[in-house]
C-alpha cells in the first residue's frame, strides 16, 4: 500500500509558473513508477505526465509538453511536477498517482494509488 499527498495548488495568472509536489509513504515508494493526471471543471480525468522508478524517462501529454516537467530523485519520496506557461485551460484538480506498471501508463484504471488532489486555477 502507497500513500500520496499533494501540495502546492493555487491559483496563478496565465503565464506564470506553480510548481505541485507529491510525497509518497508507506510500501517503497521507489518501486512505483509517478505519474500525474488532472480533472478540469465537468471533464474525465486525463493524463498529464509520467517519470519511471529512476527517473530516467518521463512521459507527457501533447497538451503540456515543453511547458511542464516532472521530476523525482532516485530513492527519494517526492515527485514534483513544475508547469509553465500556464493557460487558462490548464485549471484543473491535479492528481498525483502510482502504478507498478512499465512504460507508457496513460489512463487512470492502470494506476492503483491516487492522492486526494490539489487545486490549481489559472486565471486570464
Known amino acids: 500500500q502507497v500513500q500520496l499527498v499533494e501540495s502546492g495548488g493555487g491559483l496563478v495568472q496565465a503565464g506564470g509558473s506553480l510548481r505541485v509536489s507529491c510525497v509518497a509513504s508507506?510500501?517503497?515508494?521507489?518501486?512505483?513508477?509517478m505519474g500525474w493526471f488532472r480533472q478540469p471543471p465537468g471533464k474525465e480525468r486525463e493524463f498529464v505526465a509520467l517519470i519511471s522508478r529512476s527517473g530516467g524517462s518521463q512521459w507527457y501529454s501533447d497538451s503540456v509538453k515543453g511547458r511542464f516537467t516532472i521530476s523525482r530523485e532516485s530513492g527519494k519520496s517526492e515527485v514534483a511536477l513544475q508547469m509553465n506557461s500556464l493557460k487558462p485551460e490548464d485549471t484543473a484538480v491535479y492528481y498525483c498517482a502510482a502504478t507498478l506498471g512499465y512504460g507508457l501508463q496513460n489512463t487512470p484504471n492502470e494506476y492503483p494509488y491516487w492522492g486526494q488532489g490539489t487545486q490549481v486555477t489559472v486565471s486570464s
Open positions: 508507506g510500501r517503497i515508494p521507489s518501486h512505483y513508477a
